[in-house]
T-cell receptor, first 113, second 113 residues
């Protein structure tokens, strides 16, 4: 079962900063938080990953509060090409102790001109 | 060079038929996955293999049988196809470990008529 909750959809305009928040109240001590981006007719693509505090790369920033029960993906100055579905993923354990990469419902971001 | 490749890209078939989807990764990863994405865009994990051994089987009907001839390949065979099997099937791979990012193929769109 997915353990994450995200807004179903968001709208923005070109040049704005977009923040997408994911709730993961039951995150385990060893879990990492990973975000993926999916364009139509393509597989999800890794964007950013973090464990705590803040992580930044050339694409986005990831903010994680101290309790780690949520995380926020920040996309600076979005463009039309950032229109996609964004998934928040948190680690999980199967009955055999194996890791299950479990996706949430995703947030459909539409960037308007 | 495509990292994770799936064939075919599109598959249209009738109910009751048997079909296979192939997946190959050239990233040297030990772990491979199959996901199913339905019309509501929910990404659900089906199987996970680590070094050719099944480690996750998420309550998938017995009609679905994964086969891993070597750690670079994870094929999906589906018997007695049903209308509800229509979806996009994604193959993915990763290094072992819960924090390792997934690398996805571009999907196989299966339509059962």
């Amino acid at each position: 079962l997915a353990k994450t909750t995200q807004p179903i959809s968001m709208d923005s305009y070109e040049g704005q900063e977009v923040n997408i928040t994911c709730s993961h109240n039951n995150i385990a001590t060893n879990d990492y938080i990973t975000w993926y981006q999916q364009f139509p007719s393509q597989g999800p693509r890794f964007i950013i990953q973090g464990y705590k505090t803040k992580v930044t790369n050339e694409v986005a920033s990831l903010f994680i509060p101290a309790d780690r029960k949520s995380s926020t993906l920040s996309l600076p100055r979005v463009s039309l090409s950032d229109t996609a579905v964004y998934y928040c993923l948190v680690g999980d354990l199967a009955s055999g102790g194996s890791y299950i990469p479990t996706f949430g419902r995703g947030t459909s971001l539409i960037v308007h001109p | 060079d495509t990292a994770v490749s799936q064939t075919p890209k599109y598959l249209v078939t009738q109910m009751g038929n048997d079909k296979s989807i192939k997946c190959e990764q050239n990233l040297g990863h030990d772990t491979m996955y199959w996901y199913k994405q339905d019309s509501k865009k929910f990404l659900k994990i089906m199987f996970s293999y680590n070094n050719k051994e099944l480690i996750i089987n998420e309550t998938v009907p017995n009609r679905f049988s994964p086969k891993s001839p070597d750690k670079a390949h994870l094929n999906l065979h589906i018997n007695s196809l049903e209308l509800g099997d229509s979806a996009v099937y994604f193959c993915a791979s990763s290094r072992p470990g819960g924090a390792a990012p997934l690398h996805f193929g571009n999907g196989t769109r299966l339509t059962v008529t």
